[in-house]
Nanobody, 124 residues
Framework: QVQLVESGGRLVQAGDSLRLSCAASGRTFSDYVMGWFRQAPGKEREFVAA????????RYLDSMKGRFTISRDNVKNTVYLQMNSLKPEDTAVYYCAASTGIVLFTTKLKYNYWGQGTQVTVSS
């Protein structure tokens, strides 16, 4: 199995940028499709982005395209989420997740391992 630890979340202002990191340990990092999800208070956990094992393919929720970028470093065993032009509605706990599949799933049910989350708060 793999252990995931997110970091980088904090309070920012609307329009700011922020980069989240998720460090993995345990099994070989490149064996996993990696994803980012987020959960706002009172809402379901929603898909944000996913990246293939090699990093060559990415997938985003449509509303994130152009503002968020997922990337990974298989040497550092870390996946990143670069978030630009942040909006108050981006406020949520952001989670990274690992999937043993090869498809870039958008449903949380297909992800086997989860981090504890990191809080991102965007003030207006």
């Amino acid at each position: 199995q793999v252990q995931l630890v997110e970091s980088g979340g904090r309070l920012v202002q609307a329009g700011d940028s922020l980069r989240l990191s998720c460090a993995a340990s345990g099994r070989t990092f490149s064996d996993y499709v990696m994803g980012w999800f987020r959960q706002a208070p009172g809402k379901e956990r929603e898909f944000v982005a996913a990246i293939s094992r090699s990093g060559g393919t990415t997938r985003y929720l449509d509303s994130m395209k152009g503002r968020f970028t997922i990337s990974r470093d298989n040497v550092k065993n870390t996946v990143y989420l670069q978030m630009n032009s942040l909006k108050p509605e981006d406020t949520a706990v952001y989670y990274c997740a690992a999937s043993t599949g090869i498809v870039l799933f958008t449903t949380k049910l297909k992800y086997n391992y989860w981090g504890q989350g990191t809080q991102v708060t965007v003030s207006s």
